[in-house]
């Protein structure tokens, strides 16, 4: 056997070992988030002049619609008119403004305290659009609300106490939401990747008493921890977890309320989901070229640093599965039958992989009593399945983030708008259609991955060309 086989195979091992951990980390959260006990939140009891002063923030950029609709919604949130203010931060482009400006005030009460503000430039994006709203208030707690969501009536009256009543505590995050869940397939997916997130993955974090990151939107945050962690900084494309983690390591302390549902709209094409993803991979990847060696300085006991820099580095799971495949395509290419111990560990961090992924999901609908509902199965396998057809594009955005500080934020298309960056998936359909052709001719542990590859790679490629795959509607007049 060649010395460079060897090299390779040993590479692969090592991958294949970093692969192993991040699963073992789902397996385990799944399990605390199943045995563990819950954490009680304390709650003030708050009313009349005891009640804070609390700043709403509406960051939107040529949303169109939602953002009337969110700011609607932010209206009529349950606090007295003089504890409350509402800011609609409007990043979008300037000839839009008077008639945003228009259409929002039309739907706001004339008692409640609304400012549209526009900055004029994008500098830092969304983090940047945060940082300049604070600069206009003096608010002690800070309420975010993406324009895709609509807070509930009561979200202010169940979040606020909890941050008056623990100073210790950062921010309070609610969980998501899907209103468009039952779109279509690609939708329906995404809700169970969401809910395990949330019900399974955020929780399991808090009750070990581990950071928990802030998800961006339906959360409330004390000004003293913005503040206090350096505020929102527009080095990375995922100001909420950068944040998080820099309150983190500062001694403050994050909370999710999983009983608080704020609905949110899914993106409903590939392109659109492709082009979230992209964003948030890379912008995790930013988050842990900047703070992991922080993390390893801070005084924190090392499980606790081990577990903290898994988290922030999930993101490499797609990079790694890249680079997995390309060495076991040229191995094969070389003719080199594997050293068992490779394939053996192949083998296992198959299984390994496979069965923490499928616990995660199920447990993530289980714990949301969702597991009876119609078209469970199916869901949970297109949730294995579709992710996988990222690998291309979130590798990409993985190499983009280290090679690179160019900062180029692009949103995700709202529900039923048009994706402008030209994706027609046109690589992932290439790999998904030449991937087969190797499985075929493998005889190792890799044959099984290639095929599961090559079917989200087919599945997504596809759905850039076609339409996203409908389900029937439930009620075709929501639609």
């Given at each position: 056997m060649?010395?460079?086989?060897?090299?390779?195979?040993s590479?692969?091992g090592?991958?294949?070992?970093?692969?192993?951990?991040?699963?073992?980390?789902l397996?385990t959260?799944?399990?605390?988030r199943?045995?563990?006990?819950?954490?009680?939140?304390?709650?003030?009891?708050?009313?009349?002049?005891?009640?804070?002063k609390?700043?709403?923030?509406?960051?939107?950029?040529?949303?169109?619609?939602?953002?009337?609709?969110?700011a609607?919604?932010?209206?009529?949130?349950?606090?007295?008119p003089?504890?409350?203010?509402?800011?609609?931060?409007?990043?979008?482009?300037?000839?839009?403004?008077?008639?945003?400006?228009?259409?929002?005030?039309?739907?706001?009460?004339?008692?409640?305290?609304?400012?549209?503000?526009?900055?004029?430039?994008?500098?830092?994006?969304?983090a940047?659009?945060?940082?300049?709203?604070?600069?206009?208030?003096?608010?002690?707690?800070?309420?975010?609300f993406?324009?895709?969501f609509?807070?509930?009536?009561?979200?202010?009256?169940?979040?606020?106490?909890?941050?008056?009543?623990d100073?210790?505590l950062?921010?309070?995050?609610?969980?998501?939401?899907?209103?468009?869940?039952?779109?279509?397939w690609?939708?329906?997916?995404?809700?169970?990747?969401?809910?395990?997130?949330?019900?399974?993955?955020?929780?399991?974090?808090?009750?070990?008493?581990?950071?928990?990151?802030?998800?961006?939107?339906?959360?409330?945050?004390?000004?003293?921890?913005?503040?206090?962690?350096?505020?929102?900084?527009?080095?990375t494309?995922?100001?909420?977890?950068?944040?998080?983690?820099?309150?983190?390591?500062?001694?403050?302390?994050?909370?999710?309320?999983?009983?608080?549902?704020?609905?949110?709209?899914?993106?409903d094409?590939?392109?659109?989901?492709?082009?979230?993803?992209?964003r948030?991979?890379?912008?995790?990847?930013?988050?842990?070229?900047?703070?992991?060696?922080?993390?390893?300085?801070?005084?924190?006991?090392?499980?606790?640093?081990?577990?903290?820099?898994l988290?922030?580095?999930?993101?490499?799971?797609?990079?790694?599965?890249?680079?997995?495949?390309?060495?076991?395509?040229?191995?094969?290419?070389?003719?080199?039958?594997?050293?068992?111990?490779?394939?053996?560990?192949?083998l296992?961090?198959?299984?390994?992989?496979?069965?923490?992924?499928?616990?995660?999901?199920?447990?993530?609908?289980?714990?949301?009593g969702?597991?009876?509902?119609p078209?469970f199965?199916?869901?949970?396998?297109?949730?294995?399945?579709?992710?996988s057809?990222?690998?291309?594009?979130?590798?990409?955005?993985?190499y983009?983030?280290f090679?690179?500080?160019?900062?180029v934020f692009?949103r995700?298309?709202?529900?039923?708008?048009?994706?402008a960056?030209?994706?027609?998936?046109?690589?992932?359909?290439?790999?998904?259609?030449?991937?087969p052709?190797?499985?075929?001719?493998?005889q190792?542990?890799?044959?099984?991955?290639?095929?599961?590859?090559?079917a989200?790679?087919?599945?997504?490629?596809?759905?850039?060309?076609?339409?996203?795959?409908?389900?029937?509607?439930?009620?075709?007049?929501?639609?």
């Amino acid at each position: 056997m060649s010395g460079l086989s060897l090299i390779l195979q040993s590479v692969l091992g090592c991958i294949l070992v970093v692969l192993a951990l991040l699963s073992a980390q789902l397996g385990t959260l799944a399990l605390v988030r199943a045995f563990a006990p819950g954490r009680r939140i304390r709650h003030a009891h708050l009313s009349g002049d005891a009640l804070p002063k609390v700043l709403v923030q509406l960051p939107v950029c040529d949303e169109g619609r939602l953002a009337v609709r969110v700011a609607a919604a932010a209206a009529q949130l349950d606090w007295p008119p003089d504890k409350l203010e509402i800011q609609l931060l409007d990043d979008g482009r300037a000839e839009n403004h008077d008639a945003l400006a228009q259409a929002v005030r039309a739907v706001v009460p004339p008692e409640v305290k609304f400012h549209v503000l526009r900055r004029g430039a994008r500098t830092g994006f969304k983090a940047g659009n945060l940082a300049f709203g604070l600069n206009h208030s003096d608010a002690p707690y800070v309420a975010i609300f993406d324009a895709d969501f609509v807070p509930p009536r009561d979200f202010l009256r169940r979040t606020v106490p909890a941050l008056v009543a623990d100073s210790g505590l950062a921010f309070v995050q609610a969980r998501w939401g899907h209103a468009n869940r039952e779109a279509n397939w690609l939708t329906a997916a995404q809700g169970f990747l969401l809910d395990s997130h949330f019900a399974v993955e955020q929780e399991a974090r808090f009750r070990m008493g581990l950071p928990i990151s802030f998800n961006g939107t339906a959360g409330v945050w004390s000004r003293d921890a913005i503040d206090d962690g350096g505020g929102w900084t527009g080095d990375t494309l995922t100001e909420d977890l950068d944040l998080s983690i820099r309150c983190a390591l500062r001694g403050w302390r994050g909370a999710i309320l999983s009983d608080l549902e704020v609905p949110g709209e899914l993106p409903d094409t590939a392109a659109a989901w492709r082009a979230q993803q992209a964003r948030w991979t890379k912008g995790h990847a930013q988050v842990a070229r900047k703070l992991v060696p922080e993390i390893w300085k801070s005084a924190w006991p090392w499980w606790q640093k081990a577990a903290v820099t898994l988290q922030v580095c999930q993101f490499g799971f797609y990079t790694l599965a890249a680079l997995s495949a390309l060495i076991s395509l040229t191995l094969m290419y070389m003719g080199v039958v594997y050293v068992k111990a490779v394939a053996d560990l192949g083998l296992l961090v198959t299984g390994l992989g496979l069965c923490a992924s499928l616990g995660y999901l199920w447990l993530g609908q289980a714990m949301l009593g969702r597991q009876d509902e119609p078209n469970f199965l199916r869901s949970l396998l297109l949730a294995i399945l579709f992710p996988s057809g990222l690998v291309l594009s979130n590798a990409r955005a993985t190499y983009e983030a280290f090679s690179s500080r160019e900062m180029v934020f692009n949103r995700t298309p709202k529900a039923g708008a048009v994706y402008a960056g030209g994706w027609r998936g046109s690589p992932e359909l290439a790999a998904g259609l030449l991937l087969p052709v190797f499985a075929l001719a493998e005889q190792a542990w890799s044959a099984p991955f290639f095929v599961f590859a090559a079917a989200g790679l087919l599945a997504i490629g596809g759905m850039g060309w076609t339409s996203a795959l409908q389900i029937p509607a439930r009620d075709a007049a929501s639609k």
